[in-house]
């Protein structure tokens, strides 16, 4: 083998190996229930925080969460379970009551919108 060849193997190696880890990268769109700021913050920083998530993004207009995750790592489900545990419903299941209660006034998706009560 001479050295061009290695050099060529070589390539097509880590090309192959770039080619998969590519593949287990997945974009999801999902809704999750919220409505300001601060849920958005809230959102955000809980998806960030899972194993295996890139880039996390949440829309307090459309309630509709970007996330960019390794499928090896998460699944949409746990993703949304993240979601549920930092107070915010899916349609994977509601937040617990507890949890619920405890988030800011604004916050509080289910009885109201923030949007009336807080725009100036
Ligand atoms: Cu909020």
Known sequence: MTFKTLVIVFLLAF???GAQAQSLVKT???RIEGNC???????EEALAFQKGVKSARWNPESK????????DKTTVLQLKQAAM???HDTDAGKAADAVYQALPDCCQFRTKACKESSSK
């Open 15 to 17: 090309w192959a190996i």
């Open 28 to 30: 999801e769109t999902f």
């Open 37 to 43: 700021e601060m849920c958005q913050d809230r959102i």
């Open 64 to 71: 509709l969460a970007t996330v960019v995750y390794r499928t």
């Open 85 to 87: 545990a930092a107070g």
